[in-house]
């Protein structure tokens, strides 16, 4: 029996639906902790923020085992949560993800999803989310049966099941065509949109990550254009914080490129933070106050007030960097507050034994006397108190996806510059070469800066942050000890360091991320070098092959086919692959992908199930156990191999699904750089074709 209505009750008695804000748990990777929860929900209602949607991607009877009812156990913690949040008056939105396996025409599904969330209901949960992100877009034969679309689909259930609830005044609903960048052609023609908009019921929100999954601007007239096809105002699930997509990185920038301007055009904003709940306190903090800027519907004081050093044009009401002074002075007052016993002490006090007892006594400090060191001992260590200086140098070494902090862009920028000119330091004392040593003595006082920090970090009274930047703040250490040492060697102020100088580092010795481009930036590491002028990093997705990719593959075909030959006029031989890659032949269904990056397309990879045909059409004959062709190539600016990995790996288990057995490709012989990448995977080796020329080099493996 359908509960009675929420939101049309709201809309008779002339209630104003309030602005959506606070955070959504939604990454891949380790869920947070009841206790962090908790805690979250204190610093939202203490900020102002009024939503926390539970979408963690890892629960498994939230997304993979969605039938499941939760357990008695289970059912008590979720209690508790949804408890804890009505008490800070904190809207906790339960989230499903049924799009995995669900048949969508099935009565029986729908009914299973129904009594799932009737069962979060009677945990006094009243809010809830449907998510069909992040699944194939393929309808089962049933569903196509009863569907005219997949959009049409997941409408359909949706609504079934808002009704069935009551039509809750919170509903959130995530599209699989979740940003522009999955949309085809485009926003204001993709039909599964305007099916969206057209179909679903008004008291549904949806979400949408703005122009790409992470998005680094998200501008106004981008919102007008999607809402104008949605015919409703989205929540954002931003996801500028997240950082699922790297264990390399995390961002404790501020939030930022989204004008607050937006704000009366959205029905809300939820950050999708870092997988680490600690280091979230910047991304919530400045949400929070981007939310209370003037002129939106959140609050209605101004908390960040514009100052003469803020940039020319920068939005009126909301200053980023102010913001995050706000924040990082208000996290400084947490790490400097003991988390648990045991935590650093300024001074390391002696400790006596009890000299009666056999056994070896506990040691305690109870009454110890202070030891004080000798005019010729070592001086004790001292734990210097964290500062605020030090926070933003943390902040500024881990920024956000697409731009480093000032000093992070300063220290590259400067190292860059003293390579660049190490030929002065050799010279007779010139301008230069006063230049030269001046500016490195300045990179050596930011490199020292960064280990002070990080010994400060090391013994701040709360544990529970440090050990969640740990990892981030070690490696980053490491990397600007390199670059120091190197400065230190180009001005003859140290022997040449074999760690730096070696052309095959350990595994250890090379890192992602700043530390990563600090040391590509030394000899012997450009062959995997991600700086580029100015200093950038890339965020890469991948989506399936559309017709419309066909030009852009093709340019990639040929400049990659140019860089082979030796000379101009170079004859390279003929591969099968040629003719996926040019566009005579079309991929199998389902069996493309394509790599894009903030400049557009920059890789694809391709398969046909079975290339008997495109063997023959080239005199070769095919392998036995491989009927399967596959062919990936990667722009020359494309040079971090984890996309390509994620992309190659993708592809082979759609082919798989399509029933392919085995897959090979061919190379031509001057292509060192893929013929290396399918031997790292381990599971491509080499085979012999029939009809073979001498110069292609064929690899297969087994699926």
């Not at 989230?95 to 945990?123: C, H, M, Y």
């Not at 914080?241 to 301007?261: L, S």
């Not at 890659?581 to 890789?603: F, I, M, Y």
Request: charged letters at 25%.
């Amino acid at each position: 029996m359908p509960k009675p209505s929420a939101s049309k009750a709201a809309a008779e008695t002339g209630k104003t639906r309030r602005f959506i804000s606070g955070v959504v748990e939604g990454f891949y990777g380790r869920p947070w902790t009841m206790e962090q929860r908790t805690e979250l929900f204190q610093r939202e209602q203490k900020w102002g923020l009024n939503t926390y949607l539970y979408a963690p991607k890892d629960d498994y009877k939230h997304r993979m085992y969605w039938r499941d009812l939760y357990s008695p156990e289970e059912a008590e913690k979720l209690v508790a949560l949804i408890t804890a949040a009505k008490k800070n008056g904190v809207d906790f939105i339960y989230a499903i993800s049924p799009g995995l396996d669900i048949t969508f025409s099935n009565p029986k599904e729908v009914a299973t999803l129904k009594r799932k969330l009737d069962q979060v209901s009677g945990f006094g949960c009243s809010s809830f989310s449907l998510l069909f992100d992040d699944i194939e877009t393929e309808m089962c034969p049933a569903d196509k049966q009863a569907f005219s679309s997949f959009a049409h689909a997941q409408v359909a259930v949706t609504n079934e099941v808002f009704k069935h609830l009551g039509q809750p005044d919170t509903f959130l609903f995530c599209p699989t065509d979740y940003c522009a960048a999955f949309c085809t052609p485009n926003v204001s023609q993709s039909a599964y949109l305007h099916t969206v908009g057209e179909n679903l019921l008004p008291g549904i929100d949806v979400l949408w990550t703005g122009p790409k999954v992470v998005s680094h601007h998200i501008t106004v007239e981008s919102i007008v254009e999607v809402s104008s096809v949605l015919k409703r105002a989205p929540v954002i699930w931003d996801n500028i914080h997240a950082n699922d997509y790297d264990p390399q990185r995390i961002f404790m920038g501020p939030y930022k490129d989204r004008p607050t301007d937006l704000i009366p055009k959205l029905r809300g904003v939820l950050t999708n933070p870092n997988c680490e709940y600690y280091p979230n306190f910047v991304a919530i903090h400045t949400l929070a106050t981007w939310c209370r800027s003037e002129g939106g519907r959140v609050g209605g004081r101004r908390d960040v007030e514009m100052s003469d050093d803020d940039e020319a044009g920068s939005d009126p009401c909301y200053s980023p960097k102010r913001a995050l002074t706000l924040a990082l002075t208000d996290w400084l007052q947490e790490f400097l507050s003991t988390d648990q016993p045991g935590g650093p002490r300024p001074l390391n006090p002696t400790h006596l034994k009890k000299e009666s007892s056999d056994e070896e006594p506990m040691q305690t400090d109870v009454g110890d006397p202070v030891y004080v060191p000798g005019s010729g001992d070592n001086p004790l260590f001292t734990a210097e108190p964290l500062t605020l200086d030090d926070l933003q140098l943390l902040s500024e070494l881990f920024y956000l996806p697409y731009e480093h902090g000032s000093t992070a862009r300063t220290m590259l920028r400067e190292l860059d510059w003293l390579k660049a000119h190490r030929e002065a330091v050799g010279e007779a004392e010139t301008e230069m070469t006063a230049e030269w040593r001046s500016r490195a003595k300045c990179f050596d006082v930011m490199c020292v800066a960064v280990f002070t920090m990080f010994n400060r970090l090391s013994n701040a009274p709360n544990r529970s942050i440090l050990y969640d930047l740990y990892n981030y703040i070690c490696d980053i250490k490491s990397g600007v000890t390199l670059a120091r040492a190197y400065v230190k060697q180009l001005g003859g102020q140290s022997r040449p360091s074999a760690q730096v100088m070696t052309d095959d580092p350990e595994p250890w010795g090379f890192r992602g991320g700043l530390s990563g481009e600090f040391q590509r930036m030394l000899p012997c590491h450009g062959n995997r070098d991600l700086f580029r002028h100015p200093p950038m990093t890339s965020v890469y997705s991948i989506r399936p092959f559309c017709p419309e990719d066909k030009t852009e593959i093709q340019k990639i075909h040929m400049e990659m086919q140019r860089g082979e030959a030796k000379a101009p006029a170079a004859a390279l031989p003929a591969l099968i692959s040629d003719g996926l890659a040019g566009g005579q032949l079309s991929p199998s269904p389902n069996c493309g992908l394509v790599l894009e990056d903030e400049r557009g397309v920059c890789g694809y990879a391709l398969g046909l199930t079975d290339a008997t045909a495109a063997a023959l059409n080239n005199q070769r004959a095919l392998p036995g156990d491989f009927p399967s062709l596959v062919t990936m190539q990667l722009h020359p600016r494309v040079t971090d191999p984890a996309p390509a990995r994620r992309m190659i790996g993708r592809l082979l288990s759609l082919m798989k699904t399509s029933g392919s057995r085995g897959v090979f490709c061919e190379l031509r012989q001057g292509d060192r750089r893929m013929f290396d990448f399918y031997s790292k995977l381990g599971s491509f080796t080499t085979l012999k074709m029939a009809g073979q020329p001498q110069d292609v080099i064929a690899m297969g493996t087994s699926l």
